[in-house]
């Protein structure tokens, strides 16, 4: 196995005002050069007020360069070349292993942009005894307000989204999808969202531990928010900072429809029992063979599900 390779540069001054706050941002790359540059554009402007940061980028063996346009990005980062495409975990782990026990984490996926101020919107709240981690409101690329918080998967949640669909589900609030209006205008505390930036507390990295490497991909953030949860720390989603989110991949991607499905299937059964995991995955086979003709995704998701 290839052992992570660090390169450092000298780190590029953030913008901030007079309090100091430990925070690392990690970014896991893989094959990001499409996406990366607009996010390291908008690191400026998203961490104005945070005075002590250290960028971190995780490149998983990426073959369209995007280590080397990360090193020579004007922000600073230091890179860690996996050596290997270890996984979205994988590639947390690796960096929070290079930071100190009492940073913060700001945890990115390379397709967002910040909003100006988000970064410190979002530390502020981390300040607050009983927070470990806080997600900021998430923008489509239109500015409209993406849907991106979700509740613990169920049997309800998978049997209503599989015979009503996702958005009919959400909008009864039985599926797994939450679609309250007033939460997502005014923020509050939730079960879990969508992992695609989220600042998590130097108190829950101490008390959660690492990323399940496990998940190489799809409901790692369900299981971490699940152990911050019951560690008695709140999972908190703040209107107040704001990111955009591009995403999207999974739903033209066959494999990665695939593995979504085979780690819900997995994450379901590590917490419940056999009955309960035969019907939660029942509930998913009966989506997906529904949705069957609607295009490739779906199709692999259900072989997915029958063989998981």
Same mark, same amino acid.
């Given at each position: ?19 100091? @706050? ?10 990001? =050069? ?35 346009? =990360? ?7 230091? @890179? ?22 009492? +940073? ?20 502020? %709240?981390?300040?607050?005894?009983? @927070? ?13 307000? +993406? ?14 989204? =599989? ?39 130097? %108190? ?23 152990? @911050? ?11 107040? +900072? ?27 059964? %590590? ?21 069957? =003709? ?15």
């Amino acid at each position: 196995m290839d052992r992570p390779q660090a390169e450092d540069r000298q780190h590029a001054a953030v913008p901030g005002r007079n309090r100091t @706050v430990s925070l690392a941002v990690v970014i896991v790359t893989y094959n990001s =050069a499409s996406v990366l540059p607009g996010l390291l554009d908008s690191l400026p402007a998203g961490l104005e007020g945070i005075a002590n940061c250290q960028v971190i980028v995780v490149d998983n063996a990426s073959r369209d360069g995007s280590a080397d346009l =990360a090193l020579t990005h004007p922000i600073g980062a230091k @890179v860690i070349r996996m050596g290997r495409n270890a996984g979205y975990s994988a590639g947390i782990n690796a960096a929070t292993a290079t930071v100190a026990p009492h +940073a913060d984490l700001l945890v990115l996926n390379p397709d967002v942009r910040l909003h100006p101020g988000a970064a410190r919107h979002l530390v502020d %709240r981390l300040a607050e005894a009983s @927070v470990g981690v806080v997600a900021p409101q998430i923008l489509h690329e239109d500015n409209t307000i +993406a849907k991106s918080l979700r509740r613990e998967p169920t049997i309800v949640t998978a049997w209503s989204e =599989a015979l009503l669909g996702g958005k009919r589900a959400a909008k009864l609030g039985i599926g797994e999808i939450i679609d309250n209006s007033t939460l997502y205008s005014t923020g509050g505390k939730v079960e879990w969202v969508t992992g695609a930036i989220l600042a998590i507390s130097a %108190r829950a990295r101490r008390v959660v531990g690492d990323w399940d490497e496990t998940f190489f991909l799809y409901s790692e953030e369900v299981d971490y928010l699940a152990r @911050v949860r019951r560690s008695g720390l709140s999972v908190l989603y703040d209107t107040t +900072a704001r990111a955009v989110h591009i995403g999207g991949d999974y739903l033209r991607d066959p494999f990665l429809s695939a593995l979504m499905t085979r780690n819900r299937i997995r994450y379901y059964r %590590r917490c419940h029992g056999p009955v309960a995991s035969a019907l939660f995955r029942l509930g998913i086979i009966v989506g997906e063979a529904r949705r069957a =003709a609607w295009g490739h995704g779906h199709r692999a998701a259900l072989r997915a599900a029958l063989i998981s």
